[in-house]
């Protein structure tokens, strides 16, 4: 089991800047991927940012440019920077874990941009 925790969630104007930040209760040195995904009202979930053991990343290309995920091992942490914020990023942001066929969910940080 992992359990991910979700913080650094708030209210902001365009064009502001939040970092969310993810800590896992197991090393994520081993998980395969952490990824950030997020869900507006009466949208599907999508996938924001993910990022590999290897360090690998990949985005939405509507947040490419200004989103940037990290993970710190040490800290067993993963982060998203997000800068030039939009009123269309407003969303629940979930942390999620890829360990072999086993797909975790944190329990999601409120975003909300104001324009």
């Known amino acids: 089991q992992v359990q991910l925790v979700e913080s650094g969630g708030g209210s902001v104007q365009a064009g502001g800047s939040l970092r969310l930040s993810c800590a896992s209760s197991?090393?994520?040195?081993?998980?395969?991927?952490m990824g950030w995904y997020r869900q507006a009202p009466e949208k599907q979930r999508e996938l924001v940012a993910g990022?590999?053991?290897?360090?690998?990343?990949n985005y939405a290309d509507s947040v490419k440019g200004r989103f940037t995920i990290s993970r710190d091992n040490a800290k067993n942490t993963v982060y998203l920077q997000m800068k030039g914020l939009r009123p269309e990023d407003t969303a629940v942001y979930y942390c999620a874990a890829t360990q072999g066929i086993s797909f975790y969910w944190g329990q999601g940080t409120q975003v909300t941009v104001s324009s």
């Open positions: 990022i590999t053991s290897g360090g690998s990343t």
């Open positions: 197991r090393s994520i040195f081993s998980i395969n991927t």
